[in-house]
């Protein structure tokens, strides 16, 4: 592929770095972002898909869609960013993926873009162009398997229950258990089962911020067999009971205009 002109501009680059607990802050950005985890965990979400990054690990990020942390991050954490501007992506790449270049190539871009404006520019724009067309020779054939992965996601979302199985999901799209698994864990890096908990999750929360049904009625609602059942899902996942994660969240403002 030969690409002409000027397809990307550089917005930005750096490498975050923090031994502290951290958590990314929530994001609606009018570039894409790049990231390459270089140390520790880093937990993502872009419009409720979850990503659970680790060293070696690229996320494209895509502008005009929120974006943020689900989870802290402890320990060393550390990873590579990038923003850039482009009409559209003139060639396709999935949001996750495994591994791609190492961190020798954005280390360069890196320094590249830090250099005084005697052509600095134009050869960091090149650099990335190169870098994004290499991942895209790589992860190009996976776009079938890239529109999969969306579909599968946004139906658990959508029929998330504690009753839904792993099982349940695969029969639905025609594919066994452990390859329709194998399709999340490459693309979110997680599996069928944590995906299903995930949505599950995010659809009890929802229910305890923004309705007034009882602890007892979400847990209906959701399939659990009993609110102990449910009791016991959300503090294993949260560190704290429903009613304590609602009432954190008590103060509201509202108005009519």
Known sequence: MILCGKPFSMC????????????HPVKCESTYELILVSGGRVYIEEEGVPYALEKGNLLLLTPGKTHGGYQKSEGHTSFYWIHF???SLPFPLPGFMERGTG????????????LPDH????????????LLFSLSEQYGERTKQNRLFHEVVEWIRINATASLRAEDCAKH??????????ILQREAG?????MIDRMLLSRAKDQLLNSGASVKEIAALLGFPSPNTF????????????????NRYALTHMNKK
């Open 12 to 23: 930005g680059m750096g490498l975050f770095t923090t031994e502290e607990e951290w958590i």
């Open 85 to 87: 501007s482009c009409p």
């Open 103 to 114: 961190d020798d190539l954005f280390r360069r871009l890196l320094h590249i873009n830090m």
């Open 119 to 130: 052509g600095g520019e134009d050869r960091a724009e090149s650099v990335l162009s190169y």
């Open 173 to 182: 799209f025609g594919y066994s258990t452990a390859h329709l698994c194998r």
């Open 190 to 194: 997680i599996g069928t089962r944590a």
């Open 231 to 246: 009791l016991h899902f959300f503090r294993y996942h949260e560190k704290e009971t429903p009613l304590v994660f609602r």
